[in-house]
């Protein structure tokens, strides 16, 4: 099994970037597509983007395209979201999620949370104004 671990949170002005990371144990990420989700309070959770095993393609939701990137370093067993340009709308907790697939899949459009086989806590994101 793999466990997640997301990791960066906290609080942020607005206008402001983040970076989150995401690592695992038990299994390694490289043998996952992995995607981040938000979870704003009082909200469902929802699909951001994500990333195929090696790393050469990506998938983001319509809401935060230009201000979202992912990114992924299976040397070290890591999977980067970057966020710029921060609102207080961005407030949530942010989840890394994973999903088995092989690696020559290129497709990594699964924007729905149960399209993903484990996830990490959470790490809190808070945008102040």
């Known amino acids: 099994q793999v466990q997640l671990v997301e990791s960066g949170g906290g609080l942020v002005q607005a206008g402001g970037s983040l970076r989150l990371s995401c690592s695992s144990s038990g299994r390694a990420l490289n043998g996952y597509i992995v995607a981040w989700f938000r979870q704003a309070p009082g909200k469902e959770r929802h699909f951001l983007i994500s990333?195929?095993?090696?790393?050469?393609?990506?998938y983001g939701a319509d809401s935060v395209k230009g201000r979202v990137t992912i990114s992924r370093d299976n040397d070290r067993n890591v999977v980067y979201l970057r966020m710029n340009n921060l609102t207080p709308e961005d407030t949530a907790v942010y989840y890394c999620a994973v999903k088995s697939a092989s690696y020559y899949n290129t497709e990594v459009d699964y924007t729905r949370w149960d399209d993903y086989d484990a996830w990490g806590q959470g790490t809190q994101v808070t945008v102040s104004s």
């Open positions: 990333i195929s095993r090696g790393g050469l393609n990506t």
